[in-house]
């Protein structure tokens, strides 16, 4: 029974609950552009960017803790949001060759020093600080390692940004029952039609 959960693709990323907590912002984050669009079990997975507003970034923020009630995004912060969001996936995709090799993303951080440690001071703008901390998140995860373990599902219908929990570190699908066998499929039906 259990099995047969573990290959439903979930409809969003917050389904997926067994991530370290800073991993699971960047890939909630970052799946938050769904470009899969496979057939699993009878069900068609749409492609579906679900940043297309402010609203729906103001929502996003709001959902995942990092935005007051009453705060607003606009325009401005749909597009840094949407930039950042790139270059995490650009990175975290080696199949992404059309990109700079490393994307600056201008946030300014000040660090403030006390009893309790230190901590970033960011922008003032919340919805800005917002995404700073997104930002800060990503550098959290490749500081404590955990970085290399995201990665890009490579079936071109489905991009999935993963986690992978193997113990190796070497999963290569984000499903190897879903996305590994249409692909070792279309391998087969490949090699039937060059024959
Ligand atoms: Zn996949």
């Not at 909630?28 to 940043?51: I, K, S, Y």
């Not at 995004?73 to 969001?85: E, F, G, K, P, T």
């Not at 270059?87 to 600056?104: I, K, M, N, S």
């Not at 020093?113 to 600080?129: K, M």
């Amino acid at each position: 029974m259990h099995e047969e959960v573990a290959v439903i693709p979930p409809a969003i990323p917050e389904e997926v609950t067994d991530l370290p907590p800073d991993v699971a912002l960047i890939f909630q984050f970052v799946n938050t552009d769904d470009r899969r669009a496979f057939t699993a079990h009878g069900t068609r997975l749409r492609p579906r960017d679900r940043l297309a507003t402010a609203e729906e970034l103001e929502r996003w923020l709001l959902d995942h803790g990092l935005l007051a009630l009453g705060r607003h995004a606009d325009d401005a912060h749909l597009h840094r949001a949407r930039d950042l969001r790139q270059a995490l996936r650009a990175a975290l995709d080696p199949a992404h060759h059309d990109v700079p090799e490393a994307a600056r993303l201008g946030f300014d951080f000040d660090v403030q020093v006390t009893r309790d440690g230190a901590g970033l001071v960011l922008d003032a703008d919340p919805a800005t600080s917002a995404l700073a901390q997104i930002a800060a998140t990503a550098v959290t995860i490749t500081a404590n390692g955990t970085w290399p373990r995201l990665k890009t599902c490579p079936a071109p219908d489905c991009q999935w940004v993963f986690y992978d929990q193997s113990k190796p570190g070497r999963g290569r699908w984000c499903s190897p029952q879903l996305c590994g066998n249409r692909a070792k499929t279309r391998g087969y039906r490949r090699r039937i039609h060059d024959s």
